[in-house]
């Protein structure tokens, strides 16, 4: 469903995304790791035909993302890290707007709407957009993408903000989701989330992909016995293992 | 305070980056040439006006001093209003108000802070106010010039203080988005009330030699210590009014001092409340229809659509004269539409990544932008035309122009945008940054060059009649407006291409 080969993007002379090249299969959660400035939101932003790609190709449900941009955004649904919604609409109004942009207005997906709303507790949709938090801005992106019920989903740090009940929400939503046969592709620093969430892990460093493959792929990799966590392998990676430990002894 | 002021004041002059500062320099400066320029053409006006209207005397004293002091009463309570609306909007709770809350400042230094900084775009308004002064201290003995003057300063800072007073009242009451609307109003009713008072009635003084009945009956008011908006000029015959108005100082300086200190800043009111989706068909133009959305949630832009038009039909009612209605609306039509995409586009920048992220046509994207405001201004054209020739009567011929100024006006839609792409404001919350900027205002000299050459000699040999203007001075200016039609279309496509490049770049 997810496929790119040798996807590079370059900034004048940096580097931010080096010959990425993934496939991933339908019905899996795909948990995409790094460091700060890693490329991650670089990559999600490629594949879903938001920023222009330097060499490569990518492709999304079978079609070329930098030749059909908007099909390919008609199929996906994308869940960004900030959620940047117009403030002049009211939640309402964002909804409609979102439901007459994808030609989806019908009763179904109206309803899968309204359950969500009561999931998520979303009684704010008629306050002006300008007006809300951070996590309700979220929650109302998060809603209006899974209503949808694409078939592909990039979420981008899809828990920031969000409080324990609805985080925990999205997070059996999207095992459900993918149970049902959706391909999801999320970014998180949350290494729990992905360690128990993810069915597939890549980790990407300055914009390399260092590893890829399942937990247990990634701890063969490395010869790490079964009880190493996420997090520890994280560290070990991308070689930050020693220098968290020589900072806490400093401190 | 002033210690909490200069701190706030150097953050917000000095700490900007060398670009901004000196865009900012430039822009400043811009505003005070301008400013000067106007207070010279004004003052040079009314100063006309004045030895006109003075050689009309009666018992009290002359037309001209009774006249002058009615405009500074009448401009000294629209400085209020002007000046009150504008402050209260900035005091507004925002992300910068937010901020400074936290630290240990006075409120009072916040509120002076906006105060200093909002005052800025008021400099015009204090020029309406300044011409006036300088008619009638212009045949003043050099006493009364001094003490005089002393007595305006006195009273601008008056002023001020009553302005701020008034804001801060108004902003502990009104929705940023009432603010706005009165904003509108009050601008409106201004552009109105300048044409009236520095034309309409001086001129009707002159032709019946005669005052208005209620100017003259409320002249013992005006000229009175107890009108205190005319008390500084008068200062210069009866200097004790500048005692009054050091009282008046001290008091409404202590009462704004007391007042801005508790202040609560107030958010825009928020209306909490549970409710499904509606049910609606499926609707098609969405992006048609949130283009309309921003035009009825921002006040400025209707203030840019309407503002032309109003302005136009007032000229052209108060001259009964079609020509300078027409010219009036599609001059200024034409900068207002640039604002309004310039605008529109600004406001898109927050949210660009949503655009970027739905499957949207970025060619739809753009055209619905561009032509939302072109065909608005088309429409009100029409109704104007219509209008006007119920009252005035149009030659039926005049609506060959109606094609033309829509191109004029597409031209500067495109300028509007391609200005907001190339340059995006700094300050994406502020959709009106790009009105900063030097390069827009000499985007709008461009503009207003390219609409004058091209509508102006089409109008004229137009509307006017065959026997006044000759066959080869009609097909001079017929040719003089087709070179013009000719360069804004070479220059549409080239910002056209301009904007696609700007546009498409982002996926």
Same mark, same amino acid.
């Given at each position: 469903m997810i496929k790119c080969v040798n996807l590079t993007k370059k900034y004048n002379t940096k580097v931010a995304v080096d010959n990425l090249s993934l496939d991933i299969g339908t019905g899996l959660i795909y948990g995409f790791l790094g460091t700060n400035g890693a490329g991650k939101t670089t990559t999600i932003k490629m594949l879903t035909g938001q920023l222009p790609i330097t060499s490569g190709e990518a492709e999304i449900a079978g079609m070329n993302v930098m030749r059909n941009p908007v099909e390919v955004k008609r199929q996906i649904g994308i869940v960004p890290d900030e959620p940047k919604i117009y403030p002049f609409f009211t939640g309402n109004e964002f909804i409609q707007f979102i439901l007459d942009l994808f030609k989806m207005n019908n009763s179904v997906t109206r309803k899968d709407f309204n359950e969500l709303c009561e999931a998520f507790d979303i009684d704010f949709l008629n306050v002006p957009i300008s007006d809300m938090s951070h996590g309700m801005r979220q929650k109302l992106m998060v809603t209006s993408v899974l209503m949808r019920k694409p078939r592909i989903i990039f979420l981008d740090e899809p828990t920031v903000g969000l409080d324990a009940r609805s985080s925990r929400i999205i997070k059996d939503l999207l095992k459900k989701r993918a149970h049902e046969g959706a391909t999801i592709f999320l970014t998180t620093h949350v290494l729990e989330i992905a360690e128990k969430m993810c069915d597939r892990i890549g980790i990407l460093h300055n914009g390399v992909l260092l590893t890829e493959g399942t937990m247990e792929e990634l701890r063969e990799k490395r010869n790490m016995d079964d009880s190493t966590s996420l997090e520890d392998l994280f560290l070990a990676l991308t070689d930050q293992a020693e220098d968290v430990q020589n900072i806490v002894n400093a401190l | 305070m002033f210690h909490d002021l200069s701190v706030l004041l150097k953050y917000k002059v000095f700490m900007e980056n060398s670009n901004s500062k000196k865009r900012q320099k430039n822009s400043l400066l811009f505003l005070v040439l301008f400013c000067?320029?106007?207070?010279?053409?004004?003052?040079?006006?009314?100063?006309?006006?004045?030895?006109?209207?003075?050689?009309?005397?009666?018992?009290?004293?002359?037309?001209?001093?009774?006249?002058?002091?009615?405009?500074?009463t009448f401009f000294s309570l629209f400085f209020i209003l002007s000046f009150s609306s504008m402050m209260s909007f900035h005091l507004k709770k925002n992300e910068e108000i937010d901020f400074l809350l936290t630290l240990p400042i006075k409120k009072s230094s916040i509120v002076t802070y906006n105060l200093i900084i909002s005052g800025i775009s008021m400099l015009l308004y204090l020029v309406i106010y300044l011409a006036p002064v300088?008619?009638?201290?212009?045949?003043?003995?050099?006493?009364?010039?001094?003490f005089g003057s002393i007595g305006v300063l006195m009273s601008v800072l008056l002023l001020v203080f009553i302005s701020s007073i008034c804001a801060v009242l108004l902003s502990s009451v009104a929705s940023q988005k009432v603010l706005r609307v009165l904003m509108i109003i009050i601008n409106l009713i201004y552009a109105g009330a300048y044409i009236l008072m520095f034309q309409t009635l001086p001129g009707s003084i002159l032709n019946s030699g005669a005052l208005p009945d209620a100017l003259m009956k409320a002249d013992g008011f005006f000229r009175s210590g107890f009108n205190i908006f005319s008390i500084g000029i008068n200062a210069g015959e009866r200097p004790y009014y500048l005692i009054i108005l050091s009282v008046l100082l001290v008091l409404f300086g202590l009462l704004y001092f007391y007042m801005s200190d508790r202040l609560n800043f107030k958010k825009i009111r928020v209306r909490n409340g549970k409710s499904a989706v509606k049910e609606s068909a499926a609707k098609s133009n969405t992006l048609l229809r949130k283009e309309l959305m921003i035009y009825r949630r921002n006040e400025q832009l209707i203030y840019y659509i309407f503002y032309p038009v109003g302005f136009g039909l007032l000229m052209g009612f108060i001259n009964k004269d079609f020509f300078t209605s027409l010219f009036t609306i599609s001059i200024m039509g034409c900068l207002f539409i640039s604002m309004q995409t310039a605008y529109s586009m600004s406001l898109e920048g927050g949210s660009i990544e949503l655009i970027k992220m739905l499957p949207i046509d970025l060619k739809d994207f753009?055209?619905?932008?561009?032509?939302?405001? /072109?065909?608005?201004?088309?429409?009100? !054209?029409? &109704?104007?035309?219509? @209008?006007?020739? $119920? *009252? %005035?009567?149009?030659?039926?011929?005049?609506?060959?122009?109606?094609?033309?100024?829509?191109?004029?006006?597409?031209?500067?839609?495109?300028?509007?945008?391609?200005?907001?792409?190339?340059?995006?404001?700094?300050?994406?919350?502020?959709?009106?940054?790009?009105?900063?900027?030097?390069?827009?205002?000499?985007?709008?000299?461009?503009?207003?060059v390219l609409s004058m050459i091209t509508?102006?000699?089409?109008?004229?040999?137009?509307?006017?009649?065959?026997?006044? /203007?000759?066959?080869?001075?009609?097909? !001079?200016? &017929?040719?003089?407006? @087709?070179?013009? $039609? *000719? %360069?804004?279309?070479?220059?549409s496509v080239r910002l056209w291409n301009t904007i696609k490049k700007k546009v498409f770049a982002w996926c």
């Open positions: - | 000067f320029g106007f207070l010279f053409l004004i003052s040079k006006n009314l100063l006309t006006v004045y030895n006109e209207l003075s050689v009309l005397t009666f018992a009290n004293g002359n037309f001209g001093d009774i006249y002058m002091n009615f405009i500074i300088i008619a009638f201290f212009s045949n003043k003995t050099p006493s009364f010039i001094i753009i055209r619905v932008k561009l032509l939302v405001p /072109v065909v608005i201004n088309f429409l009100l !054209l029409v &109704i104007v035309f219509f @209008c006007l020739n $119920l *009252f %005035i009567g149009v030659r039926p011929l005049s609506l060959i122009l109606l094609p033309v100024i829509s191109v004029v006006q597409l031209m500067a839609s495109l300028s509007g945008m391609a200005f907001t792409l190339k340059k995006p404001p700094q300050q994406m919350s502020n959709p009106n940054a790009f009105m900063r900027s030097t390069s827009f205002l000499g985007q709008f000299l461009v503009i207003l509508v102006l000699p089409v109008s004229i040999a137009i509307l006017q009649t065959a026997a006044t /203007v000759s066959p080869l001075i009609n097909a !001079l200016l &017929i040719g003089v407006s @087709c070179a013009g $039609l *000719f %360069i804004i279309i070479i220059l």
